[in-house]
């Protein structure tokens, strides 16, 4: 058939180019049992994961603060369950928004109340459900009977979910698009003073998921509120990492405005899963009827609040302190070994102010390579390829966990340097 024979020479395409994904089953990721930041360097189970039958040291999640596994946490899950059912049976404005819902919605708009006036928060299934919703939303505000008017400016690297956000907005509702330059904002200010657009919207990841630096949040808001525009930050790896609380970015650059509309993952740092938006309580009211993916899709399990509730009240306790403290430990010793220490001397070690570190080596067989020879050591670091990331600049993405050990840090080391030393 015509058709198979197109696919099957588009899958042999990307196998030359280096870029077929392929899956792997974990078929056990093993949870510590310590409760403690301290007690990581005694036990390094949840860093261990069990790929094919083999264990492996793990630098591969997004489980910055290695709650995912955390006692309490699974006991909340399990105990949610069995008081209200595995599913919540309808969408949120049918029958599935429960107490449960509400009270987490509650808990995260109080969260990040200090950096959002008049906030409140919308629990949604996971982040690209959030960004692609909100954007869309966003670009439909409009003044009765008049047509929009909308103009969305995109940093060059933002996440897929926010770019297609913008495929939508420029779908339902005509937005014009504009993406600037990376952390460009000499650039954006001229793009947003040319504009005449009745709606802006600035759009920005905060933490860059493959790059691990932060956006000028300060100034983005600057131009956001010169410009009279929503500033949309997505903050899937900073919340529960940054800032002295686990706030995330807003807290971690002091930053204050109703311009701000905030997007938070819960599963990442916070060990669940699903994503919230935090902004004005009239745009979460807007939210409410016109997100898509929130109005038909059913609302999330409502164990999976109980479980989140949990996770909230560890980010923001003593442990939780102790977690992003020992995090902020590994990665200062990672940087250091591979800038100061054993030193790389060909590939690229941008600069991290997140538990995100990328190791730059350029071409997708070289990533490959790579992190096949760190799995013969027993160590798991993905290859980072196009259309991830830009051609010519793949990568492996190394992630740390406040579970690893400075131990696990410095087997890394000596192995990513093992690994050049053969490749180079």
């Known amino acids: 058939m015509g058709l198979y ?7 042999a395409s990307l196998d030359t180019q280096g870029l077929r994904r392929t899956r792997r089953i974990v078929s ?10 301290e007690a990581a360097e005694e036990s390094s189970r949840g860093t261990r994961i069990e790929v094919d039958g083999r264990t492996l040291l793990a630098f591969c999640s997004n ?15 399990a105990d949610g369950a069995l008081r209200d059912g595995a599913g919540s049976g309808a969408s949120a404005l049918i029958s599935g928004h429960r107490s449960i819902h509400a009270r987490l919605e509650a808990r995260l708009a109080e969260r990040l109340g200090p950096w959002i006036p008049n906030a409140d928060a919308l629990y949604f299934g996971a982040g690209y459900l959030a960004n692609i919703g909100l954007v869309d939303a966003l670009a439909g505000i409009t003044q009765p009977g008049t047509a929009p008017d909308v103009a969305i400016f ?6 897929a979910s926010l770019v297609d956000g913008t495929r939508l907005a420029r779908a339902h509702h005509g937005a014009t698009v504009h993406v600037y330059r990376h952390c460009d904002t000499a650039a954006l200010a001229q793009l947003l003073a040319n504009s005449t657009a009745t709606t802006k919207i600035i759009l920005t990841d905060s933490v860059f998921s493959m790059d691990g630096h932060l956006a000028p949040l300060k100034e983005l808001l600057t131009l956001a509120e010169q410009n009279d525009a929503w500033l949309v930050i997505d903050d899937a790896h900073g919340f ?3 800032g002295s609380i686990g706030a995330g970015a807003l807290e971690h650059c002091g930053l204050s405005s109703a311009h701000i509309v905030y997007m938070g993952t819960l599963g990442k740092a916070a060990g669940v899963a699903g994503a919230f938006i935090a902004a004005d309580c009239r745009l979460i009211d807007w939210l409410v009827n016109r997100a898509r993916p929130y109005v038909y899709s059913t609302a999330c399990p409502p164990a999976l609040s109980h479980a989140l509730l949990a996770s909230l009240d560890l980010l923001g306790s003593t442990e ?8 902020r430990l590994l990665c200062e010793r990672l940087q250091r070994g591979l800038r100061a220490g054993l030193r790389l001397t060909h590939w690229q070690v941008p600069q991290s102010h ?13 990533a490959l390579a790579a992190a096949a020879l760190l799995r013969d050591q027993g160590i798991w670091v993905p290859a980072i390829r196009p259309p991830t990331v830009p051609p010519g600049t793949a990568r492996l993405r190394i992630s740390l966990s406040a579970e690893h050990t400075l131990a696990e840090v410095d087997q890394l080391v000596h192995g990513l340097i093992d690994a050049e030393r053969q490749l180079t």
């Open 154 to 159: 995109s940093e060059a690297l933002n996440h």
């Open 320 to 327: 939780g302190d102790q977690r992003r403290a020992h995090l």
């Open 240 to 242: 529960g990492v940054l």
């Open 354 to 366: 997140s538990a995100i570190h990328p190791l730059i080596v350029g071409e997708n067989a070289v």
């Open 63 to 77: 489980d910055y603060l290695g709650l995912a596994n955390h006692p309490l946490i699974a006991q909340a899950l």
């Open 5 to 11: 024979n197109a696919l099957d020479n588009a899958l």
């Open 28 to 37: 056990r990721l093993a949870g510590s049992e310590q409760s403690s930041a």
